[in-house]
Each structure stands twice: as C-alpha cells, then as structure tokens.
C-alpha cells in the first residue's frame, strides 16, 4: 500500500488537473461555447491621477477591460453593456497600498493572539481584510504573520480583500523583537514544542545562519514573497530593548543568499544606527522603520539605494497603546520622538520612501488608515503622499522578482495596467485630507476589474 500510495501521489503531483479527467465529446456530441467576452467598465468624464505627477489630467475616460485598464482617452469606447460610471470631473486614482501591514494582527488583542482561540482570529482578520480593501487599500505588503491562508481565501474569492505579499513567519532570534515566549519556556530544547507564535506560524526563532537559512526556505516554500527579519529592538516585544541589534552579520548574509536564490529579498525591522548599517551591510534591500538613526546612516542608507520603509508613527496614532510607565510606553515614546527627525532625514538625502502604517491590535487604529496617510502633509505635499502610497509604493513591490504573487503592474493608471482603481469625489491633489474618509470620499472601490464599492447613483 505504502508503495501504491506514492506512486499515486507522483501522479497526482505531476497532473494536477487530471485528477478527474472528462472524456472528450464524441461525434454530434454538444461543444461548450466559446469563453465570453471579458467584462468592461467605462469610468466617463474623469480627472486622472495617475500614480506619478503631481497633476490631474484633463477630463477623459479609462476603460477597463476584464482586469486590466485597456485605453484612456477621449476615444477610449467600451462595447454595447459596458457598466458606465459617470465620473461627472471626479478624480480617478491608482488603489492606495499600505507597505507596512501585519493583516492577522490587526483586531485580535495580544491576549488573544497568545491565548485566544485561533479560529475566532482567523475569523476577525478575514472581516479586517474587507474593511481594508473598503478604505481604499486594495494592496498590503504583510511583513510579519501567518496570512498565506487570508490571502488563498481573498485570491479565491472566498471573501473581498486587498492583494497581499506576505514575508510569512516573521524570523527573529532569541531574546529579540518577535521572541514572546516566557522566561519558563528558556532554554530552547528540541524535545519541548514550539512556542505558540511559532505554531501559528507568526514568528520563528533562528539563532545561527544554519538555522536562519532553514527558517527563511520554509518560509518560501509556504509562499513568502519576501523575508522578515528583525535586526533590532522592538516596542511591543517584552524582553526587546531598543539599542540592542540581533542577527549577527553571518545570520543577516545568510538570509539574504538564501531569499537571493529564490529571487527575492529580505527586509529588516532596525530602528538605531548599528542595526540599521549591520542590516546594509548584509545586502538588505529594505528597512522597516529606522526612526532612531542618525544622519550618516542616512547619507549610508541613500548611497547604497536602500529603501526606506516608514510609518507615522506618532502620538496621534500610537499614543495610549501601552499602560503608562510600562516598558513599553517608554520605548514607544521614544520611537515617536523620531518620527519627525527621520522624515527630514528621508527629504535630506532624497531616500527611497515607502508608506506603511504598522497596525497592531486595535480595529480602531486600522479605521485612521487614511488619516494616517493623510498625516504625511507635515512633511511632503499631497501628490508626494499619493506617489508614496501608489506608483512608489508598487516600485518597492517589485523587489519580489518572480516572488510576486500578482503578476501585472499596480499603482498606476496606464493602459495595460491592473485595474485597481479608486473614484474620489474631488481633488486629493488639492485636499489630501479626502483619503482621511474613504466611506465618505471614496465612491467607487475597484480591485482587479471588480467593483467592491458604488456609491454613486446608476444611470
């Protein structure tokens, strides 16, 4: 038996799709007509931004045909059937992305992530995930989380979500930003089972580069599109200090050769200088956060072209997320009183910017998406914060390679380009301030050709 059942298994590996072959139609037999024309949207009398100038175009129409913008212009036709939307000179933008997402962690508490029941976890982040794509955010880059399941669900139509680029497990080292077992699970044995993080799939510890280079290649082999390590302290992490950096340089290398030879990258959660140039020096394409470097290793960062993951993180938005006094509060503080120098760093030495939010734990933080990217006005005009959030943001997904789950180009309206749209009701260029409400501003929500949200009255 044991043989029978690997061949069978051999055969259906290689012949997925004939597990239950259909006999061909014998004469007179009934052909099954030709696939249908791809459905078409015509967006009618609108005002383009089109993910890289600073400027609206001039009235015209975008067809979308199927899944992908087809024409733009004045003579841009659809056939007889084609939905009409009536812009009546609204704007029509690029679906927003959020490069900075965890898309399982955002509505359980952490009591309930570390003792709640999973299923009920799955469950709210499957309801988070239509909320997401009806804020507008019709792409997420998920660096850290157990999401492969979430996104088969949202890519089968199983329930309305944003694309995602899941890192999978996100990969830390003992005592690091990521590690939340109890000081009574110490000292690592083989013969104890994982911590619960690591059953979920949530985070995995890896102290050598042997162990690292497995952790990465199961990762992967789940479907990971990029890597997520955390080379430094983190906020929520218990036993985490700010200043301390984690991988050693062989452990960072490691990593980097091992997502390199699947065409990929690895992005690094480093807030402080060390940490920040360690990761660098590693080959790291990308880093998280960083609001704790100084200037040279912002001058370090844009000579070597890496990119620069950042979020808002400030009072408005972090405030209050930890109990005063806590260890906790301290180190959020701190990452706070940053955020604004590190944006004057990425404006001084013209860094590569990519927007990202970094939600965690709180349904009500998620719903201030917008405002979050709206925020951004402290520091670059809107059509700078509109770049970031789509054409730039959709450039940094590009790293994946042959990784990306989507194939197909995204932030941007161009003919041939995927047709994740959004309708404005007014000029974001002129108000940013629009993409605080989307339940209000955003009248139209399209994803991939389809049509999540209309508000608008139908002719």
Do not use: C
Not at 58 to 71: D, E, F, K, Q
Not at 161 to 185: N, Q
Not at 211 to 238: C, D, F, N, W, Y
């Amino acid at each position: 038996m044991r043989g029978y059942a690997g061949i069978l298994f051999a055969l259906i590996l290689a012949h997925p799709v004939a597990a239950h072959p259909v006999a061909a139609p014998s004469v007179g037999q009934a052909v099954a007509p030709a696939a249908a024309a791809p459905a078409e949207t015509l967006f009618r009398n609108v005002r383009v931004f089109d993910g890289k100038s600073d400027r609206l175009s001039a009235p015209t129409s975008v067809l979308v045909r199927g899944n992908v913008i087809a024409a733009i212009g004045e003579t841009a036709g659809a056939s007889p059937g084609a939905t009409v939307v009536e812009g009546g000179g609204r704007t029509l933008m690029p679906g927003l992305i959020d490069a900075h997402w965890h898309a399982m962690f955002v509505r359980p508490t952490p009591e309930q992530m570390m003792l709640g029941d999973y299923g009920f976890n799955v469950l709210q982040a499957g309801a988070e995930a239509t909320a997401t794509l009806l804020r507008g955010f019709t792409t997420v880059r998920d660096v850290g989380g157990p999401s492969f399941g979430l996104k088969q669900a949202i890519d089968s139509a199983v329930l309305p979500g944003p694309r995602i680029w899941p890192s999978g497990a996100l990969i830390t080292v003992t005592s690091g930003h990521g590690d939340f077992r109890m000081p009574s699970e110490l000292p690592r044995d083989s013969s104890k089972p994982l911590s619960r993080m690591e059953q979920l799939g949530a985070t995995m510890v890896a102290d050598s580069p042997d162990q690292v280079r497995e952790r990465v290649r199961e990762q992967l082999m789940l479907g990971a599109s990029q890597i997520k390590l955390t080379g430094g302290g983190g906020v929520a992490s218990p036993h985490s200090p700010l200043d301390v950096s984690t991988f050693t340089p062989e452990e960072l290398k490691a990593a980097v050769e091992a997502a390199a030879n699947w065409g990929t990258y690895v992005t690094v959660h480093a807030y402080t200088s060390p940490a920040v140039r360690r990761a660098i020096d590693a080959g790291v394409k990308v880093i998280e956060h960083a609001q704790l470097m100084d200037d040279a290793t912002a001058k370090y960062m844009a000579d070597k072209g890496v990119w620069l993951s950042a979020q808002p993180i400030v009072e408005e938005f972090f405030g209050g997320m930890f109990p005063p006094g806590s260890e906790q509060a301290e180190k959020a503080a701190e990452v706070m009183a940053g955020t604004d120098r590190l944006y004057g760093l990425a404006k001084k030495y013209n860094l590569k910017v990519a927007f990202g939010t970094d939600v965690l734990f709180s349904a009500a933080m998620a719903r201030m998406q917008g405002r979050m990217l709206a925020s951004l006005s402290k520091w670059y005009t809107p059509a700078e914060i509109l770049r970031q959030a789509t054409g730039t943001n959709a450039e940094l997904l590009t790293l994946s390679g042959k990784r990306s789950p989507y194939k197909g180009r995204l932030g941007v309206v161009d003919e041939g380009a995927l047709a994740d749209l959004i309708l404005v009701d007014g000029d974001p260029l002129s108000n940013i301030n629009l993409v605080s409400d989307p339940e209000r501003n955003f009248l139209v929500i399209m994803k991939d050709g389809k049509v999540y949200k209309n508000s608008l009255t139908r002719p």
